[in-house]
């Protein structure tokens, strides 16, 4: 069987390919490290370098398309099935709309340095109607510049790369095991941090859409307000907080009398849960998740018995 630098010399740059690819396509396919090893080849003259760019540059380019226009095509409801499958699924929404809404397509030049930020900056290009030429000009630089510094990276360290590679060939089923082992730690551990989120949050108490409807219907002051960073698409007469900020901006006119709804565009309404709970601890008492959150509020809109004309809240003035 050929050891890895044989592999790697004999298929450099189709497995570069295949391997970015799969990668930023969302598997967890680890794509830097062969890069790196790579680098530390071409550096010895036995691996094209410039080709291994090009092969990671193309992958990134095939990959982010399929992304973009999946984006454009099914906006938010493709973001929050990607944020699922995330370790840390309730900021994720939150964090990279923040991320792309103050950036815009420059994001995409340092997105795949970020952990998980990759697929959801090309989801959001799509979804924020970011015309495809100007974000393919941005995501080949992003890309090339990704893939660079791990070329880079391994002719500058060739000798400590030649080492770890050596030792794989000699202990790569053992360094293969470990690796899968603390992996596999820690994302236990993490699985269990949300678990005991979710726990803590479970007796925040949740208001359907269709009961703040009712509510809005009979005309009872609801103030709503929306965690979803510079969304510009809001329930009407939803005020705008910053999960960063303190409470006194937000709760300025207010008494603990008031019935306030909050509302967000993640699973399990957990961002909402939080700002509830810190709102309760302020003793504002009368205070809900709106239960599904803005794509909940979307759904009630179109579906039938609808009056098509979403209920705007009573908002208490500032």
């Known amino acids: 069987m050929p050891d890895l630098q044989t592999l790697l010399v004999t298929y450099g740059v189709l497995l570069v390919f295949l391997n970015v690819l799969l990668g930023q396509a969302g598997l967890p396919v680890p794509a830097y490290p062969i890069l790196v090893a790579a680098g530390a080849l071409a550096a010895q003259g036995r691996l094209s370098g410039a080709g291994v760019l090009l092969a990671c540059t193309l992958a990134c380019i ?66 924020s109607g970011t015309r495809y030429r100007r974000f393919v000009g941005y995501d080949i630089a992003g890309s090339a510049i990704w893939g660079g510094t791990a070329l880079v990276l391994g002719m500058v360290f060739q000798r400590q790369v030649g080492q770890v590679l050596a030792w794989l060939d000699r202990y790569g089923r053992l360094g293969l095991l470990a690796a899968a082992t603390a992996l596999a730690a820690y994302m236990l551990w993490r699985w269990g941090q ?116 979403p209920p705007s809240p009573a908002a208490h003035p500032a």
């Open 194 to 309: 949300r678990r005991l989120l979710l726990r803590r949050l479970q007796g925040i108490p949740r208001l359907s859409v269709d009961e703040w409807t009712l509510r809005t219907a009979r005309g009872d002051a609801t103030v709503l307000v929306d965690v979803r960073p510079e969304a510009a698409d809001r329930i009407p007469g939803a005020r705008v907080h910053d999960m960063r900020q303190s409470l006194d901006a937000l709760v300025v006119g207010l008494s603990p009398d008031h019935d306030i709804v909050v509302y967000c565009a993640c699973p399990n309404e957990i961002s909402a849960a939080t700002l509830v709970r810190r709102l309760h601890a302020a003793g504002f008492r009368n205070a809900w998740a709106l239960e599904g959150g803005y794509d909940a509020w979307l759904a009630r809109q179109a579906s039938p018995g609808a009056d098509g004309a």
């Open 62 to 127: 095939v990959a982010d398309t399929g992304w973009y226009w999946a984006g454009h095509r099914y906006g938010s409801r493709l973001l929050g099935t990607i944020c699922k499958l995330s370790l840390s699924p309730d900021s994720c929404i939150r964090q990279t709309q923040q991320r792309y809404l103050v950036l815009g397509p420059r994001v995409l030049l340092v997105a795949k340095f970020l952990p998980g930020a990759g697929a959801l900056s090309t989801v959001m290009a799509g979804w």
